[in-house]
């Protein structure tokens, strides 16, 4: 079964500092997809990234940089230069294709504080 | 391009009691989803549509959750009888993907905060 564990539970920096979230997920499927969603306090979910399990190139977007390594299973997201806006929780969640019923599972969440 | 609607965004009801949830999703956009995202935790699917068909059900707590979208469009979420454990945020979702693809980007709306006293 698929599963996706995001082991910090809290990260607190002051701003400006590099941070890094981790994502580690298992699955049994050669073709899956990696989603990082972002959960500002209003409670929205905002899309910030989808991977496929093909494509293991690193991906950057302005201060935003994604690590994908398939041999630890691995997904991390990096914030660079980290502002108080980046004040969220960010989940990493795993899809899996059945045909007809996308299984679209996250983890747990990383609770992440920008303190000024 | 509007995103996916819900309302209400709060809503307080007594144990025992009905509530429904409302959500519009992106134009367009054939699959519904609805989840339950209970405080500190990831959010879980409940329910999914494929237009007005469900796909997948099978972690809907049927006895007292139930959902409907009749027209293909907009959905409603109803809990009868609510339980406290029924507290949590309720999310809707939507993607544009036609056989529920794994690669479909599902979109969210702002989400319900149930309290159940």
């Known amino acids: 079964a698929q599963k996706v564990t995001q082991a910090q539970t809290e990260i607190s920096v002051v701003e400006k500092e590099d941070v890094t979230l981790d994502c580690v997920y298992e699955?049994?499927?050669?073709?899956?997809?990696l989603f990082w969603y972002k959960q500002p306090p209003s409670g929205e979910l905002v899309f910030l990234i989808r991977?496929?399990?093909?494509?293991?190139q690193n991906e950057i977007s302005g201060r935003y940089s994604w690590n994908f390594q398939k041999s630890t299973s691995s997904f991390n997201f990096t914030i660079t230069a980290s502002q108080v806006v980046d004040s969220a929780v960010y989940f990493c969640?795993?899809?899996?294709?059945?045909?007809?019923?996308?299984?679209?599972?996250f983890g747990q969440g990383t609770r992440l504080t920008i303190n000024p | 391009e509007a995103g996916v609607a819900q309302s209400p965004r709060y809503k307080i009801i007594e144990k025992r009691q009905s509530v429904a949830f409302w959500c519009n999703p992106i134009?367009?956009?054939?699959?519904l989803y609805w989840y339950q995202q209970i405080l500190g935790q990831g959010p879980k699917l409940l329910i999914q549509?494929?237009?007005?068909?469900?796909?997948?059900d099978s972690q809907l707590p049927k006895d007292r959750f139930s959902a409907e979208r009749l027209k293909g469009v907009d959905s409603t979420l109803k809990i009868q009888p609510a339980k406290l454990e029924d507290s949590a945020v309720y999310l809707c979702?939507?993607?544009?993907?036609?056989?529920?693809?794994?690669?479909?980007?599902?979109?969210f709306g702002p989400g319900t905060r149930l309290t159940v006293l």
């Open positions: 699955t049994r499927d050669t073709t899956y997809y």
């Open positions: 991977r496929n399990s093909f494509d293991e």
């Open positions: 549509f494929q237009n007005n068909g469900v796909v997948d």
């Open positions: 134009s367009g956009h054939a699959t």
């Open positions: 969640a795993l899809s899996e294709g059945i045909q007809g019923a996308q299984k679209l599972v």
């Open positions: 979702a939507s993607s544009t993907g036609w056989g529920g693809l794994a690669s479909d980007t599902q979109y």
